[in-house]
């Protein structure tokens, strides 16, 4: 059983900057990418950050310039880096792992999620 668990969120003004790590149980075999999402109440999820098998990454437009998805591979943590924050960052973030070379922003293709941390940009 994969087992996701994301920690960092919480509040933080307008401009400013929060890292949220998600520890996972390493892979026993097999391919994975993994990736950060959000869901904003009323919204509906979408796709932050991806980091593929071979590290390659990919973003989200709004964020851009702003976040920086990260792996430890020898202690089995994904990172999101999170700067120069917006209001409309404010959601619950969940991170997300597939059992496939590269992901996509698609989270149907997700096979394990974590239960999420709350992040608010408020001043």
């Known amino acids: 059983e994969v087992e996701l668990l994301e920690s960092g969120g919480g509040s933080v003004e307008p401009g400013g900057s929060l890292k949220l790590s998600c520890t996972f149980s390493?892979?026993?075999?097999?391919?994975?990418?993994m990736a950060w999402f959000r869901q904003a109440p009323g919204k509906e999820r979408e796709g932050v950050a991806i980091?593929?098998?071979?590290?390659?990454?990919s973003y989200r437009e709004s964020v851009k310039g702003r976040f920086s998805i990260s792996q430890d591979n020898a202690e089995n943590i994904l990172y999101l880096e999170m700067n120069r924050m917006e209001p409309q960052d404010t959601a619950t973030y969940y991170c997300?792992?597939?059992?496939?070379?590269?992901?996509?922003?698609?989270?149907?293709?997700?096979?394990?999620w974590g239960r999420g941390t709350q992040v608010t940009v408020s001043s």
């Open positions: 997300a792992r597939a059992r496939k070379f590269y992901c996509t922003m698609r989270a149907n293709i997700y096979n394990y």
């Open positions: 390493p892979s026993t075999s097999g391919d994975y990418c």
């Open positions: 980091i593929n098998t071979d590290g390659s990454t």
